[in-house]
């Protein structure tokens, strides 16, 4: 973590509205409970070979994965939860 926030990184390609539509979804439904990296999927070999069809892919800083192709908050919640007990509920 990273000034006391859950670090998540977004692999993603440019000009991806996917990959738009889940950092924006992400936002509105975490606003403020972590930090975002974003880079793009082809940077690396093996991120291409694991992700390349299915992005965007939310991982955690330990590289697990959270949200594959679409953005599912219940897997987002979780591990924001565990990294900081105070999360709110909603």
Do not use: N
């Not at 390609?13 to 880079?39: I, K, M, N, V, W």
């Not at 093996?46 to 991982?59: D, F, N, T």
């Amino acid at each position: 973590m990273s000034g006391g926030k859950t670090r998540l990184l977004l692999l993603s390609r440019p000009d991806c509205h996917l990959c738009e539509e889940l950092a924006d979804e992400l936002r509105a439904a975490f606003s403020g409970a972590y930090e975002l990296a974003e880079a793009c999927v082809d940077e690396r070999l093996e991120w291409k070979k694991a992700y390349g069809r299915e992005i965007p892919v939310l991982l955690t800083e330990s590289g697990e994965v959270l949200c594959r192709s679409f953005f599912d908050p219940e897997p987002v919640r979780r591990h924001l939860r565990a990294a900081t007990p105070v999360l709110p509920d909603s």
